[in-house]
């Protein structure tokens, strides 16, 4: 099996490790590093559920191949809470009833955060954008816009 | 499933190249992957006899955009995230940074390239139609030397273009447009995050009080690939941009579409969408 060694900063932690060169980011996170967060949908880029942060981008982990995110430092929903804090836009997301079944959350909070990050008062339809590329079956989305507007608004 | 591939990761564009030509058509080069891994994934025929990936993504020499010859170069690796940025393509080549703007999601905009868009092809290639409007060319390099070629003859056919498995796209040059042309961009997807394009249409005019003194048109997914109607551009030239001639314009247009896909399923759909909002398009930017 052809391997390649990867070195690369997970929520903050460094990893290094060797992997089969056909392993995604997605498989890497799930299977070697155990950050079940990250969820596997659809494997071809349309749901968003396994969105990560990467060097400051939401990507789409099931689009990344391990080996190119060497180097790189991800951002995965197990990162966002701090000393045992959950993260402001989480708080959010419970308060304003955001979270049904949950599937899509992690992939939800991650491009949210994603758009922060850069954009610290992102209005509607730039939130709209944001999680245009992630597909919620339960909530509708109004609760996930109002509960990332919220964030922003404080 | 991701097959069992060999993953090359070369330091500079000299060392890509040489991978390229060692290892010929077993090897594809990998920027973005939003079109090779999904293909591994379903098990597209397109990408079946890929046994070693060339990642391209960070070469310094292709992930710049740059100003000269009073144009614009967009590095081989530049993804769409980094044009929609892009002061100076929002400001002279907007079409191209609405397109962009437009391409699947922010996910795949982060990691999708420009260059990968046009050189895997799909009929709906969204870049593909601003381009072509714009004149772009393309700048190829392999170990046997570099060539460049207007876009338009490079695309040859669906899912093919004259890429050599030892090649690579480069650059793309934007050239200077002439002043005075005004421009529109349109899609027409299915949702508005990661659509495959229904329609797209790019369409650049200068006027000259009243007169179409110059036009260019292009359309993406309504026809085999993003092309240009060169007939159809030397009639409209010299007209006057009365609502009877643009009318007139929109029929023939839908025709042209006609004899070159043949008739579809969606022909009876798609036709007088397509000549409608080209129509529109035309009242608004020669008004
Ligand atoms: S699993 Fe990656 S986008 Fe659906
Ligand atoms: S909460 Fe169930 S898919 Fe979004």
């Known amino acids: 099996m052809k391997e390649i060694s990867i070195h690369f900063t997970v929520n903050g932690k460094k990893v290094s490790l060797n992997v089969p060169s056909r392993k995604r980011l997605l498989d890497v996170l799930r299977e070697d590093l155990g950050l079940t967060g990250t969820k596997e949908g659809c494997d071809v880029g349309e749901c968003g559920a396994c969105t990560v942060v990467m060097n400051g981008r939401a990507v789409h982990s099931c689009l990344v191949l391990a080996a190119q995110a060497d180097g790189a430092e991800i951002l995965t929903v197990e990162g966002l809470a701090q000393n045992g804090e959950l993260y402001p836009l989480q708080k959010n997301f419970l308060e304003y009833g955001a979270v049904q079944c949950g599937f899509c959350i992690p992939g939800m909070l991650m491009s949210s955060y994603a758009l922060i990050q850069e954009n610290p008062h992102p209005g509607e339809e730039e939130i709209k954008e944001a999680i245009a590329g992630n597909l919620c079956r339960c909530t509708g989305y109004k609760q996930i816009i109002q509960a990332v507007e919220a964030t922003v608004k404080r | 499933m991701i097959p069992e591939i060999e993953y090359l990761r070369p330091g500079n564009l000299q060392e890509a190249l040489q991978m390229l030509s060692e290892y010929g058509e077993t090897a594809r080069p990998i920027a973005g992957g939003t079109d090779i891994l999904p293909g591994f994934h379903i098990n597209s025929r397109r990408f079946r006899d890929i046994k070693t990936l060339v990642d391209i993504s960070n070469l310094p020499e292709i992930t710049a955009i740059r100003e000269a010859n009073g144009g614009v170069y967009i590095g081989g690796a530049v993804t769409f995230t980094d044009i929609v940025k892009h002061p100076l393509i929002r400001e002279k080549y907007p079409m191209l ?160 579409i006609l004899q070159r896909t043949g008739l579809r399923w969606s022909s009876a759909y798609k036709l007088p969408v397509v000549q409608q909002v080209f129509y529109q398009l035309l009242r608004r930017i020669c008004q």
Do not use: W
């Open chain 2, 97 to 256: 940074a609405d397109a962009a703007a437009q391409i699947g999601s922010v996910q795949i905009r982060n990691r999708a390239t420009l260059a990968g868009n046009f050189v895997n092809n799909a009929p709906c290639a969204d870049s593909v139609p601003p381009l072509l409007v714009y004149d772009a060319r393309v700048t190829v390099r392999s170990l046997r030397g570099e060539r460049h070629q207007p876009l338009g003859e490079f695309l040859l056919k669906p899912y093919r273009t004259q890429l050599q498995p030892d090649e690579m796209v480069t650059e793309v040059f934007l050239p200077p447009l002439p002043a005075g042309f005004r421009g529109e961009f349109y899609k027409l997807g299915r949702r508005r995050g990661v659509a495959i394009s229904r329609i797209t249409l790019a369409v650049l005019v200068k006027m000259d009080q009243r007169v179409i003194e110059d036009i260019r048109i292009a359309s993406g997914a309504v026809t085999p690939i993003g092309a240009r109607f060169p007939e159809l551009e030397a009639q409209a030239r010299g007209k006057t941009a009365e609502a009877d001639f643009l009318k007139e314009l929109a029929i023939q247009l839908g025709e042209q």
